[in-house]
């Protein structure tokens, strides 16, 4: 009875025992919750308005039906209607407001779920999360232990999370249990994704299909994600593919992990796919993951991109159709905020033909407290250069490594290199012989070879030389100039040490003097060229040239002792301050030796430009020029101006040529000229001339020359001649006779040949001509011919002004001139009277004791004697004695007294008169003393030949 009174006190108090029994059981749990207990029966319990974990569970209506009662109840069905979970993912994970303590802790991770039937109805989920707020419905009915399923259907919505934005986020979850296992299947699409960045998705989707144990300690599933039209970081993608596979619990998973791109496109590169998968493991409560990967890209292509050599010959090799493949394999991992980063392999294969392959063991290791590298790197095929680089324990501190460069095209030149690399006190040292030739800037430059060191500094950021560098140049050509091979020496220059850098090169190198040689054609070219080379953002180099040498081909100089400063710059070569000695190139030198000085030029573009003057040694300016050169065509110009060419005491012809010598002398005067020269392959032209308003002179051939004035026009500057018809004017001209006024028309025919076309002066009332005839001066015999026409006896009398006596008359007559060397003398020189003659007066005094009859009669019929035939006759030296012999008949007509003493006077007398005068020519013509006196002349005429006799 007491048994069955307690039962009914139970039964009568169930509702307040369950309630109590319930509140502590979430106080147990330290939740705390309010609802009301709508109905309490012994196989089921309804509450209503249950609300727990301040609000993170709420349920209109909650429905508990129990087995084993009154004496061990257990909830074997739960029915929810309307109820709404609220959740939250952090940093610190996911929490459902305190409710997650109600999750069996189950040790065995084996152990079933409650065998628990759970129907929901018209669920809702709300999880907060960095990105945002997702809100699901969710409905499920069957039993934990076996066969539960519940169906969340997402509501769309927007996330964000750092730059990124997705326009919405949607799908289907599903949760189902089978016996010992939770299965979570899941998938749903995605809206627009925008970053701030510029990356952006069209659309894409998810899924997630995972299982685990009932107390979730073993999880095994996998994740994807996919988008497509895919844009960011100036490249597009079609679509790209992401996903993930995890074994393990929480604290300790693993899996593989793939991502794929399709269609990718950027910077001018394209790939059909890319993609890298690999292993990962990772405990996540330490911060730790470790991972391996693999690298694969089919049909890629690189860009075309304007690379410095060799990089372009790897994008040449890369640009074919077909693209190329790469593969790669390595690990990483990250501990505790530090990771590492393990590269073993990496392989590239080109549809060109090209192959890259590098392995090591491992290749490359990189951690956040350095790198190593080890192994070895090969390339080639394709138009790759073949290399090889050979790595040993190479890290930031320590190692050495090899670089063998094979021969490798770099446009149109090609070059191979040989580097060793080790590790130096304050960086590494680079050390070997980079080998090169081909055509570089448009010149053709044979084998050539640089050997030394360099230094690199342990940031790799700097380099500079380590001592001096060696530089064997070989044979190095542009059109038809060609220079021989060369040995260079470069050095670091102390005050400005050389530094390469990502900013680019500064710093300078000394040169030390460089024996060039070479030539264009036949002209050979030598100097010796050294200075100073400055790089700052470009190239400059500036220097001394000495012992400059040209010689051959169509030069028509030589050039020695030459000497000069030097600048490069922008791919110009200049030249100023220079000095250079000259003589002639022809076998017998046609002009002495000559300084060219303040020489300039400059080379830039395949033309040189150059001037300067040309003195002779003792500093007098003959001419300047300015002269332009193609080295391509082997053509050129020079422009020539003498300015003022003052002769005098202080310059005579014969210093600039020896041709000059012995033939003029004593020149006094100014000259002036310009002239163009032009050559080809072919040879040399020079036009030009020469002008002077008054010469005066000395000749071997003529004698004095005076007054000298006109414009001489040269077809050939080198070869000293002119065209036909030079005309010069002539003060004064004295062979022995003065002449004056007079007008030469010449043509030049050499430096000392000259065609003479003719010669006029006016002569005592008439002409003096020079008959046509050539002068040359290195032929010692020379003869010329003067015709005197129409010359006035009297005038020719008074130019000598000799008293007491006058001839009239006009003569006709030549001079044949010879001259042999220095000397000159008249052969057969003849002056006769023209018809009807003329009149001869002597008025001086006779003194009557001084000669006997027959010179009385000859003076007294001289008083007046009316001539009707008279002519002069002229042999011998003009600078020693001369026979003139005079010859004239005529009539007196002053009275004389016969001889025989018979006292009568007559005229009409006939005479003839034979008079021989030896005398100097000079003196004879060119003094008044000779003439000043005659009577001893007739003494001696009438003496040879007797008294004069009547004409027969």
């Known amino acids: 009875m007491a048994a069955a009174a307690g039962l009914v006190v139970v039964w009568s108090q169930r509702a307040p025992i369950a309630e109590v029994a319930i509140r502590n059981w979430l106080d147990g749990q330290s939740i705390a919750g309010d609802y009301a207990v709508e109905r309490l029966e012994p196989e089921r319990a309804v509450l209503r308005d249950v609300r727990l974990a301040g609000g993170a569970f709420t349920a209109a209506r909650v429905e508990v039906r129990l087995a084993g009662w009154p004496f061990a109840p257990r909830p074997v069905a739960v029915t929810l209607d309307r109820p709404v979970l609220r959740a939250r993912i952090d940093d610190g994970g996911m929490t459902l407001g305190g409710l997650e303590r109600l999750i069996p802790r189950d040790t065995d991770p084996d152990a079933p779920l409650p065998d628990i039937a759970v129907r929901v109805r018209d669920g809702r989920l709300s999880v907060a999360t960095p990105a945002g707020e997702l809100r699901a419905t969710f409905v499920s009915d069957g039993r934990l232990a076996d066969g539960f399923r519940g169906v969340a259907t997402l509501t769309p919505a927007a996330l964000a999370a750092a730059s990124c934005r997705v326009a919405a986020v949607a799908g289907e979850l599903s949760v189902t249990t089978g016996v010992r296992r939770v299965r979570i299947e899941g998938r749903g699409p995605m809206g627009a994704l925008a970053c701030a960045d510029g990356v952006t998705a069209g659309r894409g989707g998810w899924a997630v299909d995972a299982a685990a144990d009932p107390g979730l300690r073993r999880l095994q599933g996998s994740a994807s994600l996919a988008l497509i039209a895919v844009r960011g970081g100036g490249g597009t993608a079609e679509r790209v593919l992401a996903g993930i596979g995890a074994v393990g619990s929480p604290r300790d998973i693993a899996g593989r992990w793939r991502v794929r791109a399709v269609g990718a496109r950027g910077a001018g590169a394209s790939a059909a796919t890319l993609a890298a998968e690999g292993r990962y493991a990772a405990r996540p409560a330490a911060g730790a993951i470790e991972t391996d990967w693999t690298l694969a890209g089919v049909g890629l292509t690189a860009p075309a991109l304007d690379l410095p050599p060799p990089a372009a010959a790897i994008g040449r090799a890369l640009r074919p159709a077909g693209g190329f493949v790469i593969a790669g394999a390595g690990a990483g991992a990250w501990r505790g905020g530090a990771g590492e980063i393990r590269v073993d392999r990496v392989g590239l294969r080109a549809a060109s033909g090209a192959r890259i392959a590098a392995d090591g063991a491992p290749l490359l290791q990189w951690s956040t407290t350095g790198w190593r590298v080890s192994g070895a790197i090969t390339a080639g095929g394709g138009g790759l250069p073949p290399l090889r680089l050979t790595a040993d324990g190479l890290s930031a501190a320590a190692g050495r490594a090899r670089l063998v460069l094979g021969p490798t095209r770099l446009g149109d030149a090609e070059v191979a290199a040989d580097l060793a690399v080790a590790r130096a006190a304050d960086g590494w040292r680079v050390a070997g012989e980079v080998r090169g030739g081909g055509r570089v800037s448009g010149w053709s430059v044979g084998r050539s070879t640089v050997a030394g060191a360099v230094l690199v500094d342990a940031g790799l950021r700097t380099l500079r030389p380590d001592g001096c560098m060696t530089v064997r140049i070989g044979a190095v050509a542009r059109d038809a100039l060609r220079l021989d091979p060369a040995t260079a020496r470069l050095c670091g220059d102390p005050r400005r040490p050389l530094a390469v850098s990502a900013a680019g090169a500064r710093g300078a190198l000394t040169v030390a003097p460089i024996r060039l040689t070479g030539g264009q054609g036949g002209l050979r070219l030598a100097a010796e060229i050294g200075g100073r080379v400055e790089i700052d953002g470009g190239l400059r180099a500036a220097g001394t040239v000495a012992g400059l040498a040209a010689d051959g081909g169509a030069l028509p100089v030589r050039v020695a002792a030459g000497a000069a400063r030097w600048r490069w710059r922008d791919g110009t070569f200049e030249l100023d301050g220079g000095r250079a000695r000259l003589t002639d190139a022809a076998a017998e030198p046609r002009f002495e030796p000559m300084i060219a000085d303040g020489l300039t030029m400059q080379m830039a573009a395949g033309r040189i430009a150059a001037s300067g003057a040309l003195r002779l040694p003792k500093g007098v300016r003959l001419v300047g020029f300015t002269a332009t050169h193609d080295l391509a065509a082997g053509t050129g110009t020079a422009q020539l101006a003498t300015g003022a060419i003052r002769f005098g005491e202080g310059l005579q012809p014969d210093e600039i040529s020896t041709a000059f010598r012995g033939v003029v002398a ?287």
Do not use: C
């Open 666 to 952: 004593n020149v006094e005067g100014v000259i002036t000229g310009e002239g163009t020269v032009r050559w080809t392959p072919d040879g040399v032209t020079s036009r030009g001339h020469a002008e002077t308003a008054k010469l005066d002179l000395a000749t071997a051939a003529l004698g004095p020359v005076g007054g000298v004035s006109g414009r001489i026009e040269f077809d050939d500057l080198i070869a000293v001649t002119t065209p036909a018809g030079q005309t010069v004017r002539v003060a004064s001209i004295n062979p022995g006779v003065l002449v004056e006024n007079g007008v030469v028309t010449f043509r030049m025919l050499g430096p000392t040949r000259v065609a003479v076309a003719g010669a006029q002066w006016p002569f005592v009332g008439g002409r003096l001509s020079l008959r046509p005839t050539e002068i040359a001066a290195d032929e010692p015999l020379r003869r010329f011919t003067l015709d005197v026409e129409g010359a006035d006896a009297a005038q020719f009398l008074a130019r000598f002004d000799i008293p007491n006596l006058n001839v009239t008359g006009i003569f006709d007559g030549q001079m044949p001139l010879v001259f042999d060397g220095a000397s000159g003398r008249i052969e057969k020189g003849l002056l006769v009277a023209r018809p009807p003659g003329g009149v001869i007066q002597y008025a001086g005094e006779v003194g009557a004791d001084a000669m006997g009859a027959g010179g009385r009669l000859a003076f007294d019929a001289l008083k007046r004697l009316r001539y009707r035939s008279l002519g002069l006759e002229f042999d011998g030296a003009l600078d020693g004695e001369i026979v003139t012999a005079i010859r004239f008949t005529g009539t007196n007509e002053a009275p004389v007294a016969p001889a025989g003493g018979v006292p009568v006077r007559a005229s009409g007398l006939p005479f003839k008169f034979n008079v021989t005068v030896r005398a100097p020519f000079r003196q004879l013509l060119g003094a008044a003393a000779s003439f000043g006196d005659v009577r001893e002349t007739i003494r001696a005429g009438a003496a040879a030949e007797g008294a004069p006799q009547p004409d027969k």
